[in-house]
């Protein structure tokens, strides 16, 4: 039997909006993944308009989807792909030049449900 109990929520930032809509386009519908857009607080020290973001839902059976989706985007948007991911006070980041890095990080983060 697969654990299908919810690992918490995700806070995603992309550095560039398009890479944030290619990333929710990827998530949706995929079983176990549940997906928002949402309007990103003014932090201190922001300049500008507000930044979205995607708030994710994961069950532990998702996890791996999660992780392959983020790994393909990181490979295929380019060099400036940048993905910011925050769970509690835990924050990362992934980059399309270091994104095993990122990504085994991420899997810790993950993991540490």
Not at 44 to 61: C, M, W
Not at 69 to 96: W, Y
Request: proline share 4%; aromatic share 4%.
């Amino acid at each position: 039997m697969v654990d299908q109990a919810v690992t918490g929520e995700l806070k995603v930032w992309a550095g560039d909006l398009e890479d944030l809509e290619a990333m929710y386009g990827e998530l949706r519908g995929v079983p176990g993944i549940t997906a928002r857009v949402m309007v990103a607080p003014v932090e201190p020290g922001d300049q500008g308009g507000l930044a979205d973001l995607l708030t994710v839902a994961l069950t532990s059976g998702a996890v791996t989807a999660f992780l392959q989706i983020v790994k393909v985007l990181a490979e295929s948007r380019g060099p400036e792909f940048r993905l910011k991911v925050r769970r509690g006070k835990d924050q990362l980041e992934i980059t399309a030049d270091d994104a095993d890095a990122g990504l085994a990080a991420l899997r810790d983060l993950l993991d540490g449900s």
